[in-house]
């Protein structure tokens, strides 16, 4: 497979296979790292088309065909940042989501950093004991804000998108997230958003098209909560991220029709929401 690394066995090589073999060749000490190590803890679900490998600084290492190998000085530690436990061996998942992020566009990291802690690979609290931990990390305030969503019970970009985006900036209400709702039959539902002082729901869902299942499904979501005197407002994507301040001025209406004494503020000079004394 590489020189001085040999299959010995008919048929074809997997993906984790191929980490091995490419960790053989590294010599003793390597790991996978990176969206490698991302796969091979769960956090991805495809196996990255070049492999990532972590090897001790000293070390030089010719790099075969479709895999990249990263000095890590760490390495070189008495307690080096490799799980004590997995196989293939591989950089700590903390790490490895950090060092990922230093790669990605800022959506990109919104999305890693929420997968890993909603797939329970990690949780919001060692991300950030080694985010403390390290001297240089790009988009830093960027991860801290979007383990402060997780903190708060934001599970998706989406979700993270619309508190970023349309909520905190045009100081509406914090709602709650991800709260439980049973219905008369005894089905458990989650609500995305809900401002229960006022019975205002908001859903948030990034599909483009529903399948036609789903779309009855949210239908009889939406008609449970009118029944029980909520309103529902759904917003996607292009509503949250590419007009948020058309779906704050829209929340902040309702809010107020139900009882909220307050009113959605401009969030910058290019706005279009009217300015607070007007609002009022």
């Not at 229960?196 to 979501?221: K, Q, T, Y």
């Amino acid at each position: 497979m590489h020189p001085g690394v040999y299959a010995t066995f008919t048929g074809p090589i997997d993906a984790s296979q191929q980490v091995w073999a490419a960790l053989l060749h590294a010599g003793p000490g390597s790991a996978a790292c990176c969206s490698t190590a991302l796969w091979l803890f769960g956090v991805l679900d495809r196996a990255p088309e070049t492999l990532h490998i972590s090897i001790p600084e000293a070390r030089r290492v010719s790099p075969p065909a479709n895999v990249r190998m990263h000095r890590r000085r760490a390495l070189n530690r008495p307690e080096p940042p490799i799980h004590p436990a997995a196989a293939p061996p591989r950089i700590r998942v903390e790490e490895s989501v950090l060092d990922e992020c230093n790669r990605l566009a800022e959506d990109e990291v919104v999305a890693l950093v929420l997968r890993a802690v909603q797939r329970g690979k990690t949780t919001a609290g060692r991300l950030e004991g080694a985010l403390a931990a390290r001297s240089v990390q790009p988009k830093r305030s960027l991860i801290y804000d979007v383990l402060a969503d997780a903190r708060s019970g934001v599970a998706s970009p989406l979700e993270a998108h619309y508190r970023r985006r349309v909520e905190a900036p045009h100081r509406l209400p914090t709602g709650a997230r991800n709260l439980v709702d049973v219905d008369e039959r005894g089905r458990r539902r989650f609500r995305d958003v809900e401002y229960r002082r006022w019975g205002l729901i908001v859903e948030l869902d990034g599909r483009e098209a529903h399948p036609v299942e789903e779309a009855f499904r949210d239908m009889r979501r939406d008609n449970d909560a009118i029944v029980s005197g909520r309103a529902t407002l759904r917003f996607g994507w292009r509503d949250v991220v590419g007009e948020p301040c058309a779906a704050a001025a829209q929340v902040g209406l309702a809010l107020r029709q139900r009882g909220w004494s307050g009113a959605p503020r401009r969030c910058g000079a290019e706005c279009p929401l009217p300015s607070p004394s007007v609002a009022a």
